[in-house]
């Protein structure tokens, strides 16, 4: 079965079923992806899928072939980052870092969705990725950010 | 030192390329995964493993009994007990693999090797282990009552340990009271949680014919030494790898059962052996925090001058002794930032048939603040004076550093009374009071309650005995730093090559930090206990004199004028008198490692140094938070909060403020969400995110924080460390701002955490 992933396609067995976040890790060697609760609960195993964010631990291989994955490693294009990871970097957000792609991933998907998300609109968004370094603060503040300097690169184009 | 800079380390994190134990792949690696105990204590007959053992994939399954010839029993703490003469064999044993009995609900009794980790996980559950449950006792006050069953075979009773801490006339001070404050103090048991859980990679080493350990561990020097008594080696032929570590928060510290046996049999399959742990497993197998009750009774005088201070704590150890000193470390801090002169504290330490239980961020000290900022708010509610004044009328003075405690300490530098006036005026206390009075005085039943917590906290810092540093300028002028310290998300390569930069004069960008590998750092103790800065920065300084010592010498040489003519400018070593005559650190690199040095002079320049603290440190601070109580629902808002944090001088501010913000949000968690509970079968209920509340993005307001800066004679630094701080002062603050969002209820003590029903029905009871 054929994955497209960050644009890129692979080749993978169908069986036996298995998700999508142990493809990518142990099958694929993309672990820009972390394993955090395998519940569902922590978003740090946050992917896209056709742009809409979910938990990759949460879905079976077989769901997403002829679907576009997009994972941490196909966020930046080439050494050109993407301005959530812009965001990210100015505002000294990451501490022990295992959270940072599953936060990216999602606050991505929001402001691809709302390019002009409130406080209140960016913490319920990000209310799904929990952080056990507490950098909530930060995370807030970087994608409030992120979102200006997206709107920015899209006025300039 | 002192400015913002962009932390070395977040480049790669934010692209997803960290390397963490788990992204690591080595060819032939083989899986590990664990048979558990699902009984908290249970006498292990026998193991049946033929249907895994014919599983495709399954390399080998192995018992405790198994492990006995490749592994001695793992390292137990001691508890003091024969300290006079060697260790006293108590029956206390813990093995790779539990051989006969298993002690805790979680406790590993068997793994099987396979191909895969599914295989791995699949054969496991196949394993048949015959159980005769035992009887349990999960509780610490049952674990001490006669008749307990004792956990340890040849042990009368459940203790562990008892010290106690006496000074002075209690007896006479409480009979000479104005009043006297009781209460019995729950300091809930808590998990660490760090968002990567514990993970092991042992591969066979045939130069030492030893073991490549990568590990997610704080300390790796400390596994590297356990790990070679366990397996009989030599130090020299076990290298343990801390690579990216996805935070640790204290339960990362030491050796685990699944690095001895994956080093074990990675030497016995001559083969790579990996296992990851999964979330329930870290619920059950990572050790836990805090577990304490505390009785606390204060005597005052009218005036809120406390006399005499009691303490019983029962602290519970959970199934083996890993840390037993941590509540030794709470009756030490007993008194925190006041000046009782009459004490008697006592610490019992018990085991129960639950997870051992270690350091978590503060490991010893929150608790301690916690009882004693709960006891002055108790005193304050009894006088009808106000909290802060009570905290006033009792401070150490800071005319009184250095400061022998009661409890045998000596606080090096403090001045308790600035941080809590800066922390009262950024909070607007005198406002916040009158808005309370005057939301009590209009009781509307929609108006959530308001409630302003202070604490006041002092915290130990600093720990030795030693830390190390090398520093090396490489031949081309660039600087390599190599530390025993093992940073996991606290970005001390990046605060290191700060001070680097500022103390040789070079480029921040030349500079790399090494650590988390005992192969190419010197030996340290790592990182814990917020003393990375504190005591590596002060081994870090000392490497560098020396570095910097040599440099002057050779630019001397070089500029043909004497040593003391050499100054160091911000990026060149100049002669004083004619500041155009300079040379670059590459310059005298190049000259050091060349023929042209004079024969008097070492070749190279690098150097090593250990740092012995003299002594401990205490960084201290003031927090105030202000709650809002929902009178329908019990629901504890946290609507303001203000840290003053007096860490001495702050070298990566940025960093320092990203260590007090993790800090407030596990202390916050503490007070209002966080409870590993067990039930009276030794059973864990708390397993997963769905019963164990780590706190998410919506739950806390933006805080204020602010700071005072005492720097600490004790370390050329003059730093006191800020790892920890935040957690130990934000506890106290936040459960005495609930408690007094219902004192006009009469509600004066309730115990952590603070969740919705509790609050609710402490409403509800009261009115």
Known sequence: MNLVINGQTYQVAKDPPRVLLWVLRDELGLTGTKFGCGAGYCGACTVHLDGVAVRSCQVPVSRVAGRAVTTIEGLARGEELHPVQRAFLEAQTPQCGWCMSGQMMTATALIAANPRPSEEEIIAAMDGNYCRCGAYARIRRAVARAAALARAATEAV | ?767
């Open chain 2, 1 to 767: 030192m002192g400015a913002t800079v962009k932390r070395k380390e977040d480049p790669r994190l934010i692209r997803g390329a960290g390397a963490y134990v788990a992204d690591l792949k080595l060819p032939g690696m083989l899986h590990l995964a664990l048979v558990r105990s699902p009984y908290a204590h249970a006498r292990i007959r026998g193991i049946d493993a033929s249907a895994a053992q014919a599983l495709p994939g399954v390399v080998t399954m192995v018992t405790g009994r198994d492990m006995l010839p490749l592994c001695d029993p793992l390292p137990l703490a001691s508890s003091g007990e024969g300290s006079e003469g060697g260790e006293v064999y108590t029956g206390r044993v813990r093995h790779v693999l539990a051989v006969e009995r298993a002690r805790h609900a979680g406790e590993a009794v068997a793994a099987v090797v396979a191909a895969s980790y599914p295989v791995a996980v699949d054969a496991a559950q196949t394993i048949e282990v015959d159980y005769e449950p035992l009887p349990v006792v999960s509780d610490p006050l049952q674990a001490l009552a006669p008749g307990a069953p004792p956990i340890f075979e040849g042990l009368n009773d459940n203790l562990d340990h008892r010290r106690r801490r006496q000074k002075g006339d209690v007896e006479a001070a409480f009979a000479a009271a104005h009043v006297v404050v009781r209460q019995r103090m729950l300091n809930q048991r808590l998990a660490g949680f760090p968002l990567e859980g514990r993970a092991v990679l042992a591969a066979p080493d045939p130069t030492t014919g030893g073991v490549t350990l990568y590990s997610s561990t704080q300390t790796p020097h400390q596994v590297r030494s356990e790990v070679a008594t366990v397996l009989r080696l030599n130090e020299n032929q076990v290298r343990v790898i801390a690579p990216d570590v996805g935070g640790g928060f204290g339960v990362k510290i030491g050796s685990y059962p699944e690095e001895h046996l994956c080093a074990a049999l990675a030497l016995q399959l001559n083969a790579p052996v990996r296992w990851v742990e999964n979330r329930l497993e870290h619920m059950l197998a990572t050790t836990h925090g805090r577990a304490q009750i505390c009785d606390i009774e204060a005597a005052a005088a009218a005036d809120g001058t406390i006399t005499a201070l009691r303490m019983r704590i029962v602290a519970d150890l959970g199934a083996y002794p890993l840390a037993p000193v941590l509540p030794d470390l709470t009756t030490a801090m007993g008194v925190g930032v006041y000046a009782i002169p009459n004490v008697d504290l006592e610490a019992v330490s018990v085991y129960t048939n639950t997870t051992p239980v270690a350091a978590y961020r503060g490991a010893g000290r929150p608790e301690a603040a916690y009882y004693i900022e709960r006891a002055m708010d108790l005193v304050a509610a009894e006088l009808g004076l106000d909290p802060a004044a009570v905290r006033r009328r009792n401070f150490i003075p800071p005319d009184a550093f250095p400061y022998k405690t009661p409890t045998g300490l000596t606080y090096d530098s403090g001045e308790y009374d600035r941080a809590l006036s800066k922390a009262l005026e950024r909070a607007g206390y005198a406002e916040l009071r009158r808005e309370q009075a005057h939301r009590r005085a209009h009781a509307d039943p929609a108006t959530p309650l308001l409630g302003i917590g202070i604490a006041c906290y002092v915290e130990m810092c600093g720990f030795g005995p030693y830390e190390s540093a090398r520093v090396k300028v490489e031949p081309g002028g660039a600087v390599t730093v190599s530390t025993g310290i093992s940073p996991h998300g606290q970005g001390t390569g990046t605060t290191f090559a700060q001070i680097v930069a500022d103390q040789l004069g070079v480029d921040f960008d030349q500079i790399v930090v090494r650590h988390g590998d005992t192969a190419t750092t010197p030996m340290g103790i790592g990182t814990m206990g917020s003393r990375s800065l504190a005591v590596g920065g002060g081994a870090l300084m000392g490497a560098l004199a020396r570095v910097r010592d040599k440099a002057i010498r050779i630019a001397a040489v070089m500029l043909d004028v004497g040593p003391e003519e050499i100054e160091l400018c911000e990026r060149c070593y100049r002669v004083r008198s004619a500041p155009h005559r300079a040379l670059s650190l590459a310059q005298i690199a190049a000259r050091a490692y060349s023929r042209k040095l004079p024969a008097d002079i070492d070749c190279g320049l690098e150097a090593t140094e250990y740092f012995r603290p003299p002594d401990l440190i205490y960084p201290f601070g003031a927090h105030v938070a202000v709650v809002e109580v929902d009178p329908e629902t019990g629901e504890v808002r946290l609507r303001d909060y203000i840290a003053v944090d007096d860490c001495g001088p702050r070298i990566s501010p940025l960093i320092v403020a990203g260590q007090i913000h993790g800090g407030l949000a596990q202390g916050i968690a503490q007070a209002l969400l966080e409870e590993v509970v067990y039930d009276a079968n030794g059973q864990l209920l708390s397993g997963s995110l769905m019963d164990y509340a780590v706190p998410r993005a919506d739950f806390f307001p933006p805080f204020t924080l602010d700071q005072t800066e005492t720097p600490t004679p004790l370390n050329p630094l003059g730093v006191k460390g800020v790892g920890e701080a935040a957690t130990i002062g934000s506890t106290p603050a936040v459960a005495n701002a609930v408690i007094d969002a219902l004192a006009h209820l009469g509600v004066r003590h309730l115990d952590l955490p603070l969740r919705p029903e509790k609050v609710w029905r402490a409403m509800r009871g009261r009115r």
